[in-house]
């Protein structure tokens, strides 16, 4: 497909992986790892079509309830994914990212993700971004807390306080907002993902659960996209 202005930047709400298992009796890791062949079909259409950030939701602040066996359960099949992908990346230019309370995953988990970013961080095509123990508010919260700490010190006037100020204490600072926002398995619902970032994305809802959603599936959705008219506000 080629694409005179594909989105820059796509984040995605993968939703649904645990309806897809029990639909087929399974146990819900099994959607999940079903799921991160899904991811493997969006990479795939973001090089095909030039999107050069991909961002997804993989496990938010709020998942932790989740029964311990699901929550071991993805956390292993992360520390897997960037074990097996990191080579695969390097020979796509696939730059990996993470963002959220990264501190707060498991030691292993940490681990993995420090390496997949650092062995990746020369790639310049796309950029994969895994949002891990995320949560919008909290993103929010802690750029509070370092934007406070720096007008108390003294090294910032809160005049200088402005949107883009704000975007640079974001984790996802340097990276423009995203363009189209998809969430699947039919919810409308952004559940605390990317509040600040999402304020002018194009928004797409697929009734598809995660684990269905392919490769065809998003180039449609990004062709979608680039036959809408975008105002930003304004009139055209
Ligand atoms: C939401 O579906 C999905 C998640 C909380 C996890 C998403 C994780 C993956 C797709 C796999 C891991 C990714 C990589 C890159 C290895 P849900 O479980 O809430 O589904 P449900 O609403 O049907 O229960």
């Known amino acids: ?8 930047h796509i984040a995605i709400v993968m939703d649904g992986n645990g309806r ?10 099994k959607g999940h790892e079903q799921g991160a062949q899904s991811v493997q079909e969006c990479l795939t259409a973001c090089l095909e079509v030039g999107v050069e950030y991909l961002t997804l939701y993989a496990f938010s602040s ?3 309830k989740r029964p311990q066996l699901e929550v071991q359960g993805l956390m292993l099949l992360l520390e897997q994914y960037l074990g097996n992908k ?21 030691r292993s988990v940490q681990q993995c993700l420090h390496k997949a970013i650092a062995a990746t961080a020369h790639n310049k095509k796309l950029t994969l971004t895994l949002a891990l123990n995320y949560g919008s508010r909290n993103e929010i919260v802690d750029a509070v807390k370092v934007i406070a700490q720096k007008v108390a010190h003294g090294t910032l006037d809160p005049k200088s306080i402005n949107e883009e100020l704000i975007s ?14 998809i969430r699947t398995s039919g919810e409308y619902r952004i559940s605390n993902f990317l509040l600040w970032q999402l304020s002018y994305s194009e928004i797409t809802i697929t009734p598809k659960l995660w684990p269905d959603f392919k490769k065809e599936d998003l180039l449609a959705a990004i062709e979608e996209y680039t036959s809408r008219e975008r105002r930003f506000g304004g009139v055209q």
């Open 86 to 106: 990191i080579e695969e990346m390097n020979r796509n230019g696939i730059r990996f990212s993470a963002i959220g309370r990264l501190e707060e995953l498991p």
């Open 62 to 64: 709020e998942n932790w």
């Open 168 to 181: 640079e204490h974001l984790y996802t600072a340097g990276m423009p907002d995203p363009d189209l926002f």
């Open 1 to 8: 497909m080629n694409l005179k202005s594909p989105p820059r």
């Open 20 to 29: 897809w298992a029990k639909e087929r009796g399974w146990i819900r890791i």
